[in-house]
């Protein structure tokens, strides 16, 4: 079973919930099958590693009743509303530093991703220039042509700009294959907030 037989047959049998709850879940379990398919799995083998349709449809039915019912008692209960507003005053100071904290966690991954990627790049773009520079100096200076005192330096200056060419030029595969797979754990972080931001948004309508 392929990923879009999956999704159809998990719409179906999950006709009688709301249109956007039921969205927001396929939503949810497509995710899940692409972030398998990007850690290395088949499309076939990342779906079959889900439970089968009807198990997972008869499981998301059973639950979401409960939800439904106890999200409708809060909403239209004034005391439970007012209480929830209490406990969220009274609690401030737990859970909000701990929310900064994870907050600030994810921010911090994000940018040494970003901030890695960038590194990588000068770190390519520095010596493969810088050697070029050295290089083309070197050559087009009368002093690599002419020999003469500073033959010797010249020579150095073009041994230096080689090198560090070829670094550069050896350095090309590995670190776009790096950047990918930064870039790649990069999206997947981000796939996985939005998916847990959705799941949450789909358990509380």
Known sequence: MNKQMFLDGLRVALAELPVAEREKTLAYYEEMINDRIEDGMSEADAVASLEPVEVLAARILDETPMMQKAVRKAKNSGISTALLVVLLIVFFPVWFPLAAVVFGIIVTVLALM???????????????????????????????????????????????????????????????YLIKLIWSGLKKLCRKIRSWFKKEEANNE
């Open 114 to 176: 970003f901030a890695l990627i960038v590194a990588l790049i000068a770190l390519v773009l520095g010596l493969g220039v810088g050697g070029l520079a050295v290089l083309i100096g070197a050559l087009f200076s009368g002093s690599f042509f002419s020999g003469g005192l500073f033959g010797g330096s010249v020579l150095l200056a073009v041994g230096a700009g080689l090198v560090g060419t070829g670094i550069a030029v050896l350095l090309i595969y590995p670190v776009w």
